[in-house]
């Protein structure tokens, strides 16, 4: 199963108030192992970023001018999470600058039955502990000390492993139809079946054994 781990940044925090989307991570996994496909994009929010997420990101007004339009990187985006289940930690924050930003070009909006958000995982996992994405790397002993600030790519890689813990699946689970696990499991079945084979002694060998007791255990040994 393909899923894709989303994180965004963004100029600040309502879209009631007209902040727009900075910075779009994503990461695919299949079977909970990342597959090495990316996307990732800085945009020109055609905005003023505020200071509060200035602080947060880092992203300078300068640094976005040159960047793409979200119009401009749409299609491939929406193409990169294709039939995938989306993992957000607080997804309700992400999904409603997206879809906004799909609202603004003319786009369907991405419902929410395609996502699963690790914020409400841990909340149901841990209730009243701090549920951030800083406080389940340290639950989870996740070193998390690349995260100077906020940058959507650094907060994907960890929240994909967040998200492995959280589901209680410590180790990547084994893809079954790989070749050199069939024939791993074969050869495993093969010396099982020769290990349990009974073998019986030889007339021969019984000769042996009864010549051996008679000639060797005359005494009483528990005396």
Do not use: W
């Not at 600040?12 to 990461?27: M, P, S, T």
């Not at 039939?83 to 070009?105: C, G, P, R, T």
């Not at 030889?202 to 005494?219: D, R, T």
């Amino acid at each position: 199963m393909k899923e894709v781990v989303l994180d965004t940044e963004t100029t600040g925090l309502a879209v009631k108030d007209g902040h727009r989307i900075v910075e779009i991570g994503c990461i695919e996994i299949e079977n909970l192992i990342p597959t090495q496909k990316e996307f990732h994009c800085y945009l020109n929010p055609e905005r003023k970023v505020s200071e509060k997420a200035l602080e947060i990101h880092g992203y300078t007004d300068n640094f976005l001018s040159n960047k793409k339009k979200f119009n401009e990187i749409a299609d491939d985006f929406l193409e990169f999470i294709k039939e995938k289940k989306l993992i957000i930690h607080n997804a309700e924050f992400d999904m409603s600058h997206i879809n906004n930003e799909l609202n603004l070009i003319g786009k369907k909006p991405i419902l929410k039955d395609n996502v699963i958000d690790t914020l409400e995982l841990a909340r149901n996992k841990y209730p009243g502990s701090s549920i951030s994405l800083d406080a389940l790397c340290k639950r989870f002993r996740i070193d998390n000390s690349r995260r100077t600030k906020h940058t959507a790519l650094i907060d994907c890689e960890l929240l994909t492993k967040v998200y492995i813990n959280l589901i209680d699946q410590k180790e990547p689970r084994l893809n079954f139809n790989n070749k050199e696990n069939i024939i791993h499991n074969e050869n495993f079945n093969q010396e099982t079946e020769h290990s349990n084979k009974i073998i019986l002694p030889s007339e021969e060998e019984i000769q042996l054994h009864k010549k051996f007791i008679k000639e060797n255990l005359k005494k009483n040994y528990f005396s």
